[in-house]
Every structure is written in C-alpha cells, then in structure tokens.
C-alpha cells in the first residue's frame, strides 16, 4: 500500500507544480476588482487542540445577485463544528453579506485551510487559503494532580443461544452418568444365588442338602431329579475340596480317584465313607440312567448318608495353612480388581459412545468441519464469532466494521513529500490467516485527481516486494451500502507463509480504492485460500464499510 501511496504522490507532486505555476499565471490576468468582493480571514492563526476558532467570508454583492456560500465538510484538514446564520447589512445598492463559521482540529500539526468556492450570481470565487498552527495542550502537573486510571467497566455481552446447548449435553452427561452409577459401579443387595456362592462349601452343601430335603421331589415320585440333585451337591464338594475334577469325572474315575487319594495318604478317607459314595453314586446312574426306581426310604437314606459323608470329609481335611490363606486372599482380590477394570472399560466406551454421539449430531446439523473447529479452535473462527467492533478511521472517515480495533500505524514518507501530503494508516495482521489495513491520503490542494490506475498498480507491486507470487487480478466497480463508488481489485496469490520463509501458501486479496478530488481512500484484504470463516470475515467487512463524502 505504501508503494502505491508514493508513486501517486511523486505523479500528483509535479501535477502539482504544474497547477501552481498555472494559477499563478491567472491571478495575474484576473481583475483586480473580482478578488475584492471576496474576503476571509479568521480570528487566530495558532490554538490548541481542540479549541475552536472562527472562520469568516465577507461578500460585497448587489441586491439582485444570488450568493451560495460552501457547506459541509470543505475545511479539511479542519473539521466544521458548526455554520453560523448569514449575517446581512444593506450598503446603498449592495449587500454586505458575513458568513462565519466554527472549525477545530484534534491532532497537532500545522495545517492550511484551502480556498472556499463562493457562487454570486453566475460567477465562481475562491477565497485565499489561510494557514492555522494546532498547538499541544501542556500539563503542568505541579499543580494540576494525577489520578489512577479508571477501573475496566464490564458490558454485557449480546444474549445468544449457546447456553441452551450447554444445558442440554449437561442434562445428557447426567443421565448417562446416573445410569452407569445405578447399573455398574452401585453396589447392589446381593441375591440369593450371590449369597449362597460366597458361602464356604461346606455350608453351600448343607443348605443345598436342606433345600433338597424341603423340595417336593419325593412327594411327585421325581427321583431322577431328586437323584440328579443329591449327586450335582456331593461332586461339587468334593471337586473344591478333594479332587478338582469331580464334576467330569464318571462315577467308577471319581470312585478309583478317592482311593488312589487314601493310598498315597493324600486324604483321610475311610473304607466305609469311599464305599458309602460309591454306593450311591451307582444308584443314582441307574435311576438316572436305566430308570430305575428305588423306595422313597431308600432315597431319604441316601441323602441323609450324604450329608453324614460330607460332614466326614470336612473333619478331615487338615485346617488351610497361612499360605492358601494368603493365595484365596490374593485370589479374591484379583476377582474384585477385575470387577473394577470391567466397570472402568464399560464406563469409558459409553463415555466414548456418548461423546461420538453429540459429535455426530451436531456435525449433522452443523458439519463436521465447523464441530472439529469448535471442539479444537480455529484461529478464523474466533474473529468471525467474537465481539467485532464497528469504527470510524481517519478523515474524512472510513466507517468499518472488523473482528478488533484497527491499530494506527506509522507510515514513513520522504522528506520532500512530509508537508505535502497527509496520510493516516491503521491495520490488523493475525499471522498469514487475515490481514486488514485501511489508509486515509490528503494530497495537496487543486491538483489533478489522482489515477486510479496508478494506485492499483502501485499495492500490486507492494504485495510482490512482500514476497508474493502467482498474483491473478480482476476488477470491478464497488459500491458501499450508502451509495460511495469506488473500484474493486481482487484475486488469488501465492503468498509466504512467514517473513524470509520460502514455503508459500495459497491465498486471496480484495483491494478497495475509492478518491474525490484530492483524497485517496483504500482498504486492503488478504487471508489464506480455503479459509471459510475467513471468507465470511471479509464478506462481512465489505458489507460493512460506509465512506462519507467530503461534502457532507
């Protein structure tokens, strides 16, 4: 942008020169008599900033003769506050006519108040330009005292609906949380069957026995059931505690087993005890088997025998050493951290599964690209969603808004150009993703209008001093949404992803010229290709800008 700030103003320089030096031809061959009907002064050539003062035309006119006095903003560099009534007096046959009007000025400088067209009748005046010196306020502060800065005022943020997306995934998250309290990691009232397997199995034969015996098996003649049963309770004692393949086992492999057992003094089992099971396990397999069908007597014998042999293994099996102890101990420690690894794997699925659901419902109905950003970050869509300011920059100023305040930024001009032109410049860089800078240009008063095609020429060659590459350009007419007409010069370019980098990265550029007689206004776009939130900053920026005619 710079660059095409300099070369206009190296063109309107000696545009300039060239007027000069044709105006001051035509003052001398003007009538003397013309410029004396026109006069303006002002009540002080020096004030401070801020302060006003008082700008004055005096016009000498006849009675039939019409006079416009100018309006609006035609001071700058000073700014009009306020346009004071004509103020008429009546000499003879002419009129005196007073027009005075409040100028000031914010920024210190010295600034030169260009000549005022007046219209009397069908003739044109100008006025002479007059210089004013804008003078820094001093504070003495020996007796005007310091005082802290203000305290930060917190404002509300405009209301919108992402606590009612908050809410909802909490209100899911508590649901689902509950649910794997209540079905995983409570602690629930044990059954009857859970109460009964953490028995011993001497007590779980015994209340089997019970059970059993209450049981209408006997009253139904259902012996291959009642036998079943008596069996099922005897081998699973004895697979715990003797041999740990009684279930399996046949009646005649269990049976050679206990007295291979009793041989190698392994067990203190009894002839009558091994022959007692022996004997009832046989009759068992028959009424199991080869339907036989023994007296209700008989059966009720049997399995108080049972419970008698049962009782005569318990007493002697030798007591568990501290070992076993200590491995059972080991043994149900293990089966409770494994409990609580099921317990943590099924939690983190369903937390899994949960979260993959409102991921894919909100990509759904949003995209996944714009959930992914949500849930990461994207440096774009931060500015697009955040809090954008609308501003006013420079003078006459640009009325824009962007995703923060633009910053001043300070432009160097060359010496000879320091007095001739006035140039303010703001702007915004978030590393290559979105730059914005806008600049306002004052160039000398009555010189040609500046070319617009040098303008554009002069920021395409500043982005190609910037390491740019590949740059393809269209153009056409942009107008604001309050009417202001400039041109629109835009297209893609190869860009550097960091200063001195060689990787280049894929992007766009808007340039945004507008110029009335001797101001250049322009703003500058550039953000990375592909960017979706990017595009959007920009479409919503452009929308957004208003200029506001010098004359207004």
């Known amino acids: 942008m710079l660059g095409s700030l300099r070369d206009i103003s190296r063109i309107n320089n000696a545009n300039f020169q060239k007027t000069s030096v044709f105006l001051s031809l035509c003052f001398l061959v003007f009538p003397l008599f013309l410029v004396a009907q026109v006069t303006s ?67 210190s400088g010295a600034y030169t108040i260009p000549r005022q067209k007046i219209i009397i009748g069908d003739k044109t005046f100008f006025t002479d330009s007059l210089k004013v010196e804008v003078n820094n306020i001093e504070v003495d502060t020996t007796k005007q005292g310091l005082y802290d800065i203000k305290p930060i005022i917190e404002v509300e943020k405009s ?47 015994k209340l089997a026995l019970k059970k059993l015996e209450e049981s209408d098996y006997l009253k139904h003649s259902e012996l291959k059931e009642y036998y079943s049963e008596l069996t099922l309770i005897v081998r699973k004692y ?46 068992a397999d028959l009424v199991k088997f080869a339907k036989s069908k023994p007296d209700v007597a008989l059966a009720e014998l049997d399995m108080n025998t049972v419970s008698s042999e049962i009782d005569h293994v318990k007493e002697i099996l030798p007591e568990p050493s501290e070992e076993e102890k200590l491995l059972d101990q080991q043994y149900k420690e293990e089966q409770e951290r494994k409990k609580k690894r099921k ?31 949500t849930i990461i970050g994207h440096e774009s869509k931060e500015l ?19 995703p923060v305040v633009l910053k001043r930024q300070d432009v160097p001009l060359p010496e000879e150009l320091k007095d001739k032109i006035k140039m303010t410049a703001f702007g915004f860089e978030e590393k290559k993703n979105l730059t914005i800078a806008v600049s306002t240009t004052l160039l ?32 056409e007419k942009f107008v604001t949404p309050n009417g202001a007409e400039g041109i629109k010069v835009f297209g893609t370019l190869s860009m550097p992803l960091s200063e001195g980098s060689d990787k280049l990265i894929e992007g766009e550029y808007t ?31 452009l929308n957004s800008i208003e200029l506001k005619p010098a004359q207004e």
């Open 159 to 205: 209301s919108s609906n992402w606590w009612k997306y908050v809410l909802v995934i909490l209100l899911i998250l508590s649901v689902v949380g509950f649910l794997l309290y209540w079905f995983v990691w409570r602690k629930k009232p044990l059954t009857e069957e859970e109460q009964i397997a953490l028995l011993p199995p001497y007590q779980r034969a």
């Open 444 to 475: 000398p008063e009555g010189q040609a209008e500046p070319d617009i095609n040098q303008a554009i020429e002069g920021n395409l060659q500043t982005l190609e001093k910037a390491g740019a590459q590949n740059i393809i350009t269209k153009n």
């Open 41 to 107: 002064s002002i009540d002080s050539t020096s004030i401070k900033i801020g302060e006003q003062i008082t700008y004055k035309i005096q016009v000498e006119s006849d009675t039939t003769n019409l006079v416009v006095f100018p309006e609006g903003q035609t001071f700058m560099p000073l700014e009009m506050i306020e346009s004071y009534e004509i103020d008429t007096t009546k000499l003879d046959d002419k009129l005196q006519l007073i027009k005075k009007y409040g100028l000031t000025q914010f920024d």
């Open 511 to 541: 340039f945004l010229i507008f110029n009335a007689k001797n101001i250049i206004q322009q703003i500058s776009l550039t953000w990375r290709n592909n960017d979706v939130y990017a595009n959007q900053i920009v479409e919503r920026i």
């Open 384 to 402: 697009l969603e955040g809090d954008w300011v609308r501003s006013e920059y420079g003078f006459p100023p640009i009325t824009i808004s962007t």
């Open 343 to 373: 317990k943590i794997i099924i939690s983190i699925a369903a937390t899994l599964f949960l979260i993959m659901l409102i991921i894919g419902a909100f990509s759904i109905k949003y995209g996944f690209s714009y959930v992914k950003d």
């Open 238 to 283: 004895l697979d715990e505690k003797v041999y740990d393949h009684s279930l399996e086992s046949t009646t005649e492999e269990l049976i050679d087993r206990l007295k291979l057992l009793k041989d190698g003094n392994q067990i203190d089992l009894s002839n009558e005890t091994i022959k007692n099971l022996e004997t009832i396990l046989k009759r």
